[in-house]
């Protein structure tokens, strides 16, 4: 059984991470890091995009 | 009889075993090797003369018939040694001093090696560069994070060095300077007394001249360590029997479609190219295989991995002291910081669909081919280089080795990767020194041959 992709999108997701870095860091963060903001954004949409199959249990140590 | 900073580990250990070659001679040598090239290179932290020769001359005393027999070894300075400062380079552990030795440490001095020092790495063994100096070309990266071993072995300054990789930081730096390096299949080797950066991917790794010394460093230290979570129980063979049981032609896939030649410059695929076709004239089988779909997230999935392990270790020092870290390990710990915990484990549970894929397209051959870098050493100190070729691998938990290949126009090393088999070191070591004989190179850095 394979699950459904989900529908996430890049800019939703870029806003969120800005979000949570500026409260975290403050509000001058996200000017200075966009390009870290953009890949964790990338990063975090690709893998979400290829879920694995239902029954696949994480790695961890392999 | 040649220089002794010239010598493998295989021949030294022999001859050291034979009473040929006196251990603190050799010491003395390598010592006096460092002394003149360090200021240029810049490989080592930490080393501590006295001991050397005190060691080395109790292995006089006592002779050694290990396979590492009065054979020093450098240490990336992640590797915990009691009594001596293990710095990680960072402010954090500037003063840290481990009571005990890693276990790795500890087998490869019951195997008759004496520890030289402590080799430069880059900031907890992460990407901000190191001060080391590729000696190819000092105005290139050497690579990192295991920068000084790398460096370290490629200018004669030991014979064989402890790196690490959680990305690409044996493989990648080894293939910058023109040695051989080896990553084993995760959990072969202990990791009990390493720094870590992150729990599920680091890797130790070994840095040597021949891919023969590779197998000697891996039979020292491979077996299971209660104290690793991450060690494996595999049964450890005999790796230099297998090397000589895999002593044949051996059958080669090529991944010459998609992530590895579309990532290459020109220059690295038409020389990966021209050493299978050597490789296949010489008696080779290569064949061309594709790449898994899996293949397609495998560095986003290392990266999430890498960044929030690495968060979660670094989180109590990072709390108060984040202005002592480098930039690039403070982005990638403010990075992990950010990443969501579903995302994390989403990530955990791609990487084991993307072991599976692997490991099945590895079983097909006896090992896999392809460019060890992207490209020959970028000329640029500011950066370490490009750990794309080999972070899948590292992610998977797959056995690599990298053998150097020839020289690029701009005359700096380059390199060949094989992967194999999760537990397969002994086919994969076997494939890479047919392939190392086959290709017949004798690749020194002028400036320090």
């Known amino acids: 059984m394979t699950d459904r992709t989900p529908d996430i999108?890049?800019?939703?997701?870029?806003?969120?991470?800005?979000?949570?870095?500026?409260?975290?860091?403050?509000?001058?963060?996200?000017?200075?890091h966009q390009d870290l903001l953009e890949l964790a954004a990338h990063y975090i949409v690709n893998v979400a995009n290829s879920l694995p199959?239902?029954?696949?249990?994480?790695?961890f140590y392999q | 009889m040649p220089e002794a900073y010239t010598l493998s580990v295989s021949d030294a250990a022999e001859q050291v075993r034979s009473g040929q070659l006196a251990p603190t001679d050799y010491a003395n040598a390598l010592l006096d090797r460092i002394d003149s090239h360090e200021p240029d290179l810049q490989a080592w932290v930490t080393i501590d003369r006295e001991a050397v020769i005190s060691d080395a001359r109790q292995r006089e005393q006592e002779p050694s018939q290990g396979l590492m027999a009065g054979v020093p070894v450098g240490l990336k300075d992640i590797f915990y040694t009691a009594g001596m400062k293990t710095t990680a380079c960072s402010r954090i552990y500037a003063d840290f001093v481990p009571e005990y030795?890693?276990?790795?440490?500890?087998?490869l001095k019951e195997a008759g090696a004496i520890i030289l020092g402590k080799a430069i790495t880059t900031e907890f063994a992460t990407s901000d560069p190191s001060p080391s100096?590729?000696?190819w070309n000092r105005e290139h990266t050497p690579g990192g994070s295991s920068s000084g071993s790398s460096v370290a072995v490629a200018s004669g300054m030991c014979p064989a060095a402890l790196g690490s990789q959680t990305g690409g930081s044996t493989c990648r730096p080894a293939a910058y300077n023109g040695i051989v390096g080896l990553k084993p299949t995760y959990g072969r080797i202990s990791r009990f007394g390493v720094v870590p950066v992150s729990w599920s991917l680091d890797t130790v790794g070994i840095l040597v001249r021949t891919v023969t010394d590779a197998a000697i460093l891996l039979q020292a230290m491979a077996g299971y360590d209660a104290n690793d979570p991450g060690s494996a129980e595999e049964p450890v063979p005999n790796f230099l029997d297998e090397i000589g049981r895999h002593s044949g032609p051996p059958r080669l896939g090529l991944l010459k479609t998609g992530y590895f030649f579309d990532r290459s410059t020109p220059e690295v695929r038409q020389h990966t190219e021209a050493a299978a076709a050597q490789l296949a004239q010489a008696g080779a089988v290569v064949e061309e295989l594709?790449?898994?779909d899996s293949f397609t997230t495998a560095s986003d999935v290392q990266r999430i991995i890498m960044n929030v392990e690495c968060a979660a270790f670094h989180e109590k020092f990072f709390r108060h002291r984040a202005d002592e870290y480098g930039p690039r390990l403070r982005a990638n710990i403010e990075m992990g910081l950010l990443i969501p915990s579903v995302t994390y484990l989403q990530?955990?549970?791609?990487r084991r669909e993307f072991?599976?894929?692997?490991?099945?397209?590895a079983e097909r051959v006896d090992a896999l081919l392809m460019p060890a870098t992207p490209a020959p050493a970028p000329k640029d100190l500011n950066t370490t280089g490009d750990a794309a070729f080999q972070a899948p691998w590292t992610s998977a938990g797959l056995p690599t080795v990298v053998i150097p290949s020839g020289l690029s126009e701009s005359g700096l090393?380059?390199?060949?990767?094989f992967a194999a088999s999760p537990f397969a070191e002994g086919r994969l070591l076997g494939a890479a020194r047919w392939c190392e004989q086959a290709l017949g190179l004798d690749m020194r850095p002028p400036a320090y041959a």
């Open chain 1, 9 to 32: 999108s890049f800019e939703e997701t870029l806003e969120s991470m800005t979000r949570q870095a500026e409260a975290r860091w403050g509000e001058g963060y996200s000017a200075e």
């Open chain 1, 53 to 59: 199959e239902t029954e696949t249990e994480p790695g």
């Open chain 2, 101 to 107: 030795d890693a276990t790795c440490v500890t087998r």
């Open chain 2, 133 to 135: 100096r590729n000696p």
């Open chain 2, 290 to 292: 594709d790449l898994p």
């Open chain 2, 347 to 350: 990530a955990q549970r791609l």
């Open chain 2, 355 to 361: 072991r599976r894929d692997l490991t099945a397209l």
């Open chain 2, 413 to 417: 090393p380059l390199g060949i990767q």
